[in-house]
């Protein structure tokens, strides 16, 4: 089991910018997929951004694709999330979570959840 801790979230105006931290502790790191996903009110979970265990492919959503950056640390056991150009309809809750598979895109191939930290971009 993976313990995953995220901060860095806030309140910025569109356009602006914010850099999400999850910082893990638990079993090795580095041999975990990560995966970055969110909740906005009333509805379901969508998948943001995912990178592998080894840092050599990332994946994201067509919504924040060019906008938004994913990267690991694995020395600092860390996933981060750059996001940049930020929409209002880009407010939510943001949770990173811990696969043990090469890289997964569907939230239920997820093993460990962080508690999530808030986004919230006004227009």
């Known amino acids: 089991q993976v313990q995953l801790v995220e901060s860095g979230g806030g309140l910025v105006q569109a356009g602006g910018s914010l850099r999400l931290s999850c910082a893990a502790s638990?079993?090795?790191?580095?041999?975990?997929?990560m995966g970055w996903f969110r909740q906005a009110p009333g509805k379901e979970r969508e998948f943001v951004a995912a990178?592998?265990?080894?840092?050599?492919?990332?994946y994201y959503a067509s919504s924040v694709k060019g906008r938004f950056t994913i990267s690991r640390d694995n020395a600092k056991n860390t996933v981060y999330l750059q996001m940049n150009s930020l929409k209002p309809e880009d407010t939510a809750v943001y949770y990173c979570?811990?696969?043990?598979?090469?890289?997964?895109?569907?939230?239920?191939?997820?093993?460990?959840w962080g508690q999530g930290t808030q986004v919230t971009v006004s227009s």
């Open positions: 638990g079993r090795t790191f580095s041999s975990y997929a």
């Open positions: 979570a811990a696969a043990s598979v090469n890289y997964a895109l569907d939230p239920r191939s997820y093993d460990d």
């Open positions: 990178i592998r265990w080894s840092g050599s492919h990332t």
